[in-house]
Nanobody, 125 residues
Framework: QVQLVESGGGLVQAGGSLRLSCAAS????????MGWFRRAPGKEREFVAA????????YYADSVKGRFTISRDNAKNTVYLQMNSLKSEGTAVYYC??????????????????WGQGTQVTVSS
């Protein structure tokens, strides 16, 4: 059974910080990469960040570069998303995903097979 369990969402003021966690179990552990996506109200789901389990390479959406940091703890099968300097447009449901994306699909939903239930992040202005 595949499980991706997100935690750490909540309400934060603009300019503040939150750290999201995603614990993987089951077949998701054998995936080569973990990613974070988000869906804001009325918008399509969009890529936020991804990390390769094995070599630690990271990938970011331009909108979050310099503010968000993705990291991993292989021993805990957990990926983190540290979000700093949050903006109101960061209000969204954040989803954790696992898969074997190529360089060309690391920022696309189709590169991932397993998805978590999502955690709400609300940034108040």
């Amino acid at each position: 059974q595949v499980q991706l369990v997100e935690s750490g969402g909540g309400l934060v003021q603009a300019g503040g910080s939150l750290r999201l966690s995603c614990a993987a179990s089951g077949r998701a552990i054998s995936s080569s990469a973990m990613g974070w996506f988000r869906r804001a109200p009325g918008k399509e789901r969009e890529f936020v960040a991804a990390i390769n389990w094995r070599n630690g390479n990271t990938y970011y959406a331009d909108s979050v570069k310099g503010r968000f940091t993705i990291s991993r703890d292989n021993a805990k099968n957990t990926v983190y998303l540290q979000m700093n300097s949050l903006k109101s447009e960061g209000t969204a449901v954040y989803y954790c995903a696992a898969g074997d994306p190529s360089i060309g699909t690391v920022g696309q939903s189709l590169g991932y097979w397993y998805w978590g239930q999502g955690t709400q992040v609300t940034v108040s202005s």
